[in-house]
C-alpha cells in the first residue's frame, strides 16, 4: 500500500489557486489516481485523469494539461524534478508503509560483507524511513554515508533510474533498500562497488555484482552487432526530463567523424516499432538509459547507450552505465519537498 497526501494536494493546488487540473500516474497507482479525483471534485477541483503511459517525473504531463485548459497538473507517484513546466505542477510520492528495518535485521551478517562504512541509497516510496534504517545500522556497527545526489533528486540517499549521484561516496559497499531489479543494478554499475539490495517487502537479498557483470556482457553483445553498422539513428527525447538535445548533437558528430551516416530523430515514446520504416543498421537512444538496456530484446536492430557508442568507436576502454545527470548540489541548496508546486 502507498499513502498518499490528498489534504496536502489540495492545500497546494488552492494556493495556485486551480479550479481544474490533471492528474498523471504512473501504472501501478491508478486507483489511487481515481480516488484522488474524487477527492478533489468532492472539494470543488474538476479533475481529469490522464490514461497515458508514465515514465517518471522526467516524463510530465504539464503541455496536456494547457491543452485541456486545467490550471494545474498533479503529478503522481515521484518526487519533484526541476524542470521548466508550463503549468503549476504538484509532484505527490508515494510512500510505502513497509517498514524496511526487519528485512535489514534479516539480513545483517549479508550487510557486513559490504565492510564497516557503507553506503545507503533507497528510492522515493522508502525515503521516509532513511532516517530510521541510518540509525539502526549505525546501532548495528556501520559507518554509514548518505550521498547528498545532485539537482535531479529530491532527497539525500535518494536513487533514480537514470541517476546514481548519492551513491556516490567513499564506502566499502552500498546498500540499496528497495523493490525491483533496476535500480541496485544501475547502483553496481555507476560506482563500481560491491552492492547489495535488500528487499523491504519480500525480506530478501540479492548481490548486485554477478546480475552487473552479467548485464555488461549482453551489453558487449549489443555492441557487437553493431560493428559493421554504417547508417545510424540518434534518437533524442521530446519528454522535457529526458531531453539531452546537446548530448545527441555530441553524439551525431562523434558518428559523422568516423564516417558513419547519422541522423537525429526525434521521440516522445521510444519503441522501435515506430523505427522499423527507417533505412538505419542501428541506434542510439540519447533518452531514457533505461530504453537500450530494458527493450533491447524488441529491437530488431543494435541498440546502443551514447558510452557504448564510444566503446564502438574505440573512444573509451571500460563499460559505462548511461545516466542523465543534474548539477551538482551546494552545501545549503534546499532539496524538492515531498509536496512542489
Excluded at 106 to 132: C, D
Excluded at 153 to 169: D, E, I
Aim: glycine letters at 10%; aromatic letters at 8%.
Amino acid at each position: 500500500m502507498h499513502r498518499i497526501l490528498e489534504g496536502d494536494v489540495l492545500r497546494a493546488l488552492r494556493r495556485v489557486g486551480a479550479g481544474k487540473v490533471l492528474i498523471q500516474t504512473p501504472e501501478g497507482l491508478k486507483e489511487e489516481a481515481q480516488r484522488l479525483a474524487d477527492f478533489l471534485e468532492e472539494n470543488g477541483i474538476k479533475a481529469i485523469i490522464s490514461g497515458d503511459v508514465n515514465y517518471g517525473a522526467c516524463d510530465p504531463a504539464d503541455r496536456e494539461a494547457k491543452m485541456l485548459g486545467c490550471d494545474a497538473l498533479v503529478h503522481l507517484g515521484h518526487s519533484y524534478m526541476r524542470l521548466h513546466l508550463e503549468v503549476p505542477t504538484v509532484f505527490v510520492p508515494a510512500f510505502a508503509d513497509a517498514d524496511p528495518v526487519p528485512a535489514l535485521k534479516r539480513n545483517l551478517s549479508e550487510i557486513r560483507k559490504l565492510g564497516g562504512r557503507i553506503g545507503l541509497v533507497t528510492t522515493a516510496q522508502h525515503i521516509t524511513y532513511l532516517g530510521r534504517m541510518r540509525e539502526f545500522l549505525e546501532g548495528a556497527g556501520f559507518e554509514v554515508l548518505v550521498g547528498r545526489g545532485d539537482s535531479r533528486v529530491s532527497w539525500p540517499g535518494q536513487v533514480l533510474g537514470c541517476n546514481f549521484s548519492a551513491a556516490r561516496v567513499d564506502a566499502e559497499g552500498i546498500l540499496f533498500v528497495g523493490a525491483g531489479y533496476f535500480h541496485p543494478l544501475g547502483v553496481a554499475l555507476a560506482t563500481k562497488k560491491p552492492t547489495l539490495a535488500v528487499n523491504p517487502y519480500s525480506g530478501d537479498a540479492l548481490w548486485m555484482d554477478k546480475e552487473a557483470e552479467r548485464l555488461i556482457r549482453k551489453r558487449w553483445a549489443q555492441i557487437a552487432k553493431a560493428v559493421d553498422a554504417r547508417k545510424f539513428g540518434v534518437i533524442v527525447s521530446t519528454k522535457k526530463g529526458q531531453l539531452r538535445l546537446g548530448e545527441a548533437v555530441r553524439v551525431l558528430k562523434l558518428l559523422r567523424e568516423s564516417g558513419k551516416y547519422a541522423r537525429l530523430i526525434a521521440m516522445d515514446n521510444v519503441v522501435y516499432t515506430a523505427l522499423e520504416g527507417f533505412d538505419f543498421d542501428a541506434y542510439v537512444v540519447v533518452a531514457c538509459p533505461r530504453v537500450p538496456i530494458d527493450d533491447y530484446e524488441n529491437w530488431r536492430k543494435p541498440v546502443l547507450t551514447p558510452p557504448e557508442l564510444e566503446l564502438l568507436l574505440g573512444l573509451r576502454e571500460e563499460y559505462e552505465f548511461d545516466e542523465i545527470k543534474g548539477v551538482e548540489r551546494s552545501e545549503d541548496e534546499p532539496y524538492g519537498v515531498s509536496l512542489k508546486v
